[in-house]
T-cell receptor, first 114, second 110 residues
Framework: DSGVTQTPKHLITATGQRVTLRCSPR?????VYWYQQSLDQGLQFLIH???????AKGNILERFSAQQFPDLHSELNLSSLELGDSALYFC?????????????FGPGTRLLVL | GESVGLHLPTLSVQEGDNSIINCAYS??????FIWYKQESGKGPQFIID?????DKRQGQRVTVLLNKTVKHLSLQIAATQPGDSAVYFC?????????FGSGTKLNVKP
C-alpha cells in the first residue's frame, strides 16, 4: 500500500459526460501528479501540482482540468468524454516538487466510456 | 514530448536466472532516470533511479546501468523470482515532466 488513495476505483459513463476523479496524497506529501494509462499509449504524464499550484503540464487535453485543494487532495475533471478517454488514471504523490523525488502511485481509477 | 522506448515488449526467464530489461531514450538533456514495476491491477512502484552523472547504481537484487553515449538504460534483476513477474517501465524527467517507456513484460517461469 503506497498510502495514496484514489476514488472511485471504477467508473462507467457515456460519451459527452463529465466525471471527476479524486486523489488523496500520502500524508505530508505536497506534490500530486496525474497520469493516463491506455493500451495504445502507455503511461502518459498529464499534470503536476505542488502545494496548490500547477507546476508542469504534459499531454493533457483541453477537455481535462485538474486542481489541488488546500488540504492537498486533488481532482481531475474530464469533460465531453470520448470513447478514447477510456483508460486507467493514476495519481502519484511525492514529498516536494523536485523532479528527483520518488513518486508513490495510487491504485488508479479505471474509466470506461461507452 | 520526448520519446522513451523499450527494445523488448516481453521477456521470459527461468526462476533463478538474471534478467536484463533495456530502454532507449531520446533526450540527451535528461538527467534523471527511473525504473518502475507495475503488477497486474496495481499502480507503478518505484524500483531504482539513477542520475546522469552516474553510470551504475545498485539496489537490492537490482542494478541500473546508464550509457549516455548511446542513450541507453538497462535494469538488471539478479536471481529472478516469481514475484518479479510484472511490467517494467523506464522513465526520464525533463523540467518536472515525466516520460515513460511503453513497458516490458517480464514472465518468470518456475
Amino acid at each position: 500500500d503506497s498510502g495514496v488513495t484514489q476514488t472511485p476505483k471504477h467508473l462507467i459513463t457515456a460519451t459527452g459526460q463529465r466525471v471527476t476523479l479524486r486523489c488523496s496524497p500520502r500524508s505530508g506529501d505536497l506534490s500530486v501528479y496525474w497520469y493516463q494509462q491506455s493500451l495504445d499509449q502507455g503511461l502518459q504524464f498529464l499534470i503536476h501540482y505542488y502545494n496548490g499550484e500547477e507546476r508542469a503540464k504534459g499531454n493533457i487535453l483541453e477537455r481535462f482540468s485538474a486542481q489541488q485543494f488546500p488540504d492537498l487532495h486533488s481532482e481531475l475533471n474530464l469533460s465531453s468524454l470520448e470513447l478514447g478517454d477510456s483508460a486507467l488514471y493514476f495519481c502519484a504523490s511525492s514529498a516536494y516538487s523536485g523532479e528527483r523525488e520518488t513518486q508513490y502511485f495510487g491504485p488508479g481509477t479505471r474509466l470506461l466510456v461507452l | 514530448g520526448e520519446s522513451v522506448g523499450l527494445h523488448l515488449p516481453t521477456l521470459s526467464v527461468q526462476e533463478g536466472d538474471n534478467s536484463i530489461i533495456n530502454c532507449a531514450y531520446s533526450n540527451s538533456a535528461s538527467d534523471y532516470f527511473i525504473w518502475y514495476k507495475q503488477e497486474s491491477g496495481k499502480g507503478p512502484q518505484f524500483i531504482i533511479d539513477i542520475r546522469s552523472n552516474m553510470d551504475k547504481r545498485q539496489g537490492q537484487r537490482v542494478t541500473v546501468l546508464l550509457n549516455k553515449t548511446v542513450k541507453h538504460l538497462s535494469l538488471q534483476i539478479a536471481a529472478t523470482q516469481p514475484g518479479d513477474s510484472a511490467v517494467y517501465f523506464c522513465a526520464e524527467t525533463d523540467f518536472n515532466k515525466f516520460y515513460f517507456g511503453s513497458g516490458t513484460k517480464l514472465n518468470v517461469k518456475p
